[in-house]
């Protein structure tokens, strides 16, 4: 699909820097342009407030690791950052916990179904899987360290403002509206609970949870905020350390096999970027070394991505040799043939 779309847009080697500014601001504007007008995909309407978004919304942003940005588009467009959250409370609670921590207690693979299935716990023995689905990243929440709720909440939403460079607020009325229609997230944290993988009350697990997807960001945040993992987690803007490099690493690897949800191996192969989507519209995809693009548009597909999102993040991939596995033969001998084991 964005593969084929995208046809026309010379393939880039993924070695080497970003280009100039000038020539990315170009790329980030025939981005938005080319994809302002696609109608396809519906705004998510399982959490009432999500509904009344304007599908019109579209946001495009890129930050480099040198601090470098361009953006077009309706970026100054606050949205809650859903599903997004994942990714960030995931460094934060690997950073603290360590590595072999939080594959033990959630994992680290593809469920392979929706990201709210309650089968997939039952499938795998009580197991989560992974910290991008609910029911693991209900689990990672739990996992944060602290004293009681407030606390637990508290370095939430200082660590992922951290990765923002800014202040994150919540969103009230969102907070509100899923925490009414949050029926299932109830139901995958009881089952956690009865498989003994839960921290804490199941409750407050889910109310936390709720409330980090209730924050409210910009497609530039988003890509700030993924810019500061593809520079080993150092925010490129604040310089801020907010995690260490090893676990920029650990959180970059999970993305790419999870990060968009049962689609993750067919973004992988065409776009060749870790990323993470929200059902709000967000997406962050994150060139490690380079920078990050973020991008909000409501209306999604079947799995809860971001229509336009996605297409953009596969425009700006090859325009601007991002994916990770597009390589090119050494400019010192462009034609020569392989030789591995040949005597």
């Known amino acids: 699909m964005f593969e084929s779309d995208v046809a026309d847009v010379p393939q880039l080697s993924s070695t080497g820097l970003l280009p100039g500014g000038d020539e990315i601001a170009e790329l980030v504007g025939l981005a938005h342009a080319r994809y302002a007008e696609d109608g396809a995909g519906a705004v998510a309407d399982y959490i009432p407030i999500l509904a009344e978004a304007d599908p019109s919304w579209f946001g495009l942003s890129l930050v480099g690791v040198d601090g470098r940005s361009a953006s077009a588009g309706d970026i100054d467009v606050a949205f809650s950052i859903q599903s997004i959250s994942k990714a960030f409370v995931f460094a934060l ?16 693979n593809n469920t392979g179904l929706a990201f709210n299935s309650v089968v997939a716990v039952e499938l795998n023995g009580g197991s989560p899987m992974n910290s991008m689905v609910n029911a693991g990243a209900i689990a990672t929440t739990a996992l944060v360290p602290a004293a009681d709720a407030d606390e637990r909440w508290q370095r939430i939403r200082d660590g992922l403002s951290r990765f923002a460079g800014r202040p994150l607020a919540l969103d009230g009325e969102v907070y509100r509206s899923e925490s009414f229609s949050n029926h299932r997230n109830q139901a995958l944290a009881r089952l956690l609970q009865s498989y003994d993988r839960l921290a804490i009350d199941p409750v407050e697990a889910v109310d936390i949870y709720t409330r980090q997807c209730s924050l409210a960001v910009t497609a530039a945040d988003l890509a700030v905020m993924g810019a500061t993992l593809a520079a080993g987690g150092t925010n490129p803007l604040t310089g801020d350390r907010v995690i260490s490099v090893e676990t920029s690493r650990d959180t970059l690897a999970l993305l790419a096999s999870c990060g968009m949800y049962e689609r993750s191996g067919e973004w992988l192969f065409e776009i060749g970027l870790p990323a993470k989507s929200g059902v709000s519209g967000g997406i962050v995809a994150i060139a490690p070394g380079k920078g990050a693009v973020g991008t909000f548009s409501p209306p999604l597909d079947p799995a809860g991505n971001s229509v336009r999102g996605q297409r953009a993040c596969a425009y700006l991939s090859r325009a601007l040799g991002l994916n990770l596995f597009a390589s090119a033969p050494p400019a010192s001998s462009p034609d020569a043939s392989p030789t591995i084991g040949v005597p």
């Not at 590595?99 to 680290?108: K, P």
């Open 93 to 108: 609670v690997c950073e603290e916990l360590g590595h072999e921590a939080i594959h033990d207690v959630v994992g680290v």
